[in-house]
């Protein structure tokens, strides 16, 4: 299952290979029951991983400099008290 496709940023990072995804789609359910689809799926998988895999890493970095000002914070607290 993937996330929403129409948001600015799947659009911006995805935008053609979900354009070709949906060109695949329009040709019908017989075109999609065949597999004629899989290939433009699986790019759209991958581009979407991709994204996916960077939010995470920026995600993981805040988080780290969160935890490091908050024992930073906390270690003053612990010197004055």
Known sequence: MHP?????ESQKN??????????????GFMWKVFGNCTEAKHKVNM????????????NRAKAKEKR?????????IDENS
């Open 4 to 8: 929403h496709l129409h948001t600015e």
């Open 14 to 27: 995805c935008g053609d290979v979900i354009a070709a995804l949906e060109e695949c789609h329009a040709r």
């Open 47 to 58: 581009c979407l991983r991709a994204q996916r895999l960077d939010r995470t890493k920026m």
């Open 68 to 76: 490091e000002h908050i024992q930073k914070v906390w270690a003053e």
